[in-house]
């Protein structure tokens, strides 16, 4: 089983500031390497798939970068709707297998 | 978009079955990978299963003896059952859509239950 670890857990930030999330799989995830934002009682958001993809919608100031077991979540300049949970995700191609990280806290300095 | 509406009872007592199912509305449930995936209150999410190609299963290995995952292609609906729960089956539960390559990733959510298991 891939284990993601996420650091750090929480990061305090002020708005306008660049957040800088890291995952770490215990093995290779090749890029199958996603990115979610959560905020309190909603369902997980879409931001990066596979390793560097924006999903539709997402503004440019999300990036990510990384492949193999090193992955990189950049929020380039926080706005005040930025402050939330973020996890991530890899998924085996065969057979699929999905695992979370156990998220990074982003909240307001 | 496709939404997902999932829909199950909110309180399931302790050693009893759960059963959930997800209405996938404005698309075909076919051809791409279907999950359930839970969050406990206050905790990180956890990956359940996936049904695909109409029928194709896979599980996570911790609840694989507890877990059946099905779907219904006349209803489009795809389902969960988790049987002998405890308190730590206690979680929001979501379905959601995983469209295969080149996403290989969660694009759309379903709104959660929330299952509380509790006598």
């Known amino acids: 089983e891939i284990v993601l670890t996420q650091s750090p857990a929480t990061l305090s930030l002020s708005p306008g500031e660049r957040a800088t999330l890291s995952c770490r799989a215990s093995q290779s995830v090749r890029s199958y390497l996603a990115w979610y934002q959560q905020k309190p009682g909603q369902p997980p958001r879409l931001l990066i798939f596979?390793?560097?993809n924006r999903a539709t919608g997402i503004p440019a100031r999300f990036s990510g970068s990384g492949s193999g077991t090193d992955f990189t979540l950049t929020i380039s300049s926080l706005e005040p709707e930025d402050f939330a949970v973020y996890y991530c995700?890899?998924?085996?191609?065969?057979?699929?297998?999905?695992?979370f990280g156990p998220g990074t806290k982003v909240d307001i300095k | 978009q496709v939404p997902l509406q999932g829909s199950g009872p909110g309180l399931v007592k302790p050693s009893e079955t759960l059963s959930l199912t997800c209405t996938v509305s404005?698309?075909?449930?076919?051809?791409?990978?279907w999950s359930w995936i839970r969050q406990p209150p206050g905790k990180g999410l956890e990956w359940i299963g996936y049904?695909?190609?109409?029928?194709?299963?896979n599980y996570n290995p911790s609840l694989k003896s507890r877990v059946t995952i099905s779907v219904d292609t006349s209803t489009n609906q795809f389902s969960l059952k988790l049987s002998s729960l405890t308190a730590a089956d206690t979680a929001v539960y979501y379905c959601?859509?995983?469209?295969?390559?080149?996403?290989?990733?969660?694009?759309?959510w379903g709104q959660g239950t929330m299952v509380t298991v509790s006598s």
């Open positions: 596979d390793a560097s």
């Open positions: 049904i695909y190609n109409s029928g194709n299963i």
């Open positions: 959601a859509r995983d469209p295969g390559a080149p996403v290989h990733a969660f694009d759309i």
């Open positions: 404005g698309g075909s449930i076919s051809s791409v990978y």
């Open positions: 995700q890899q998924r085996s191609n065969w057979p699929p297998v999905s695992t």
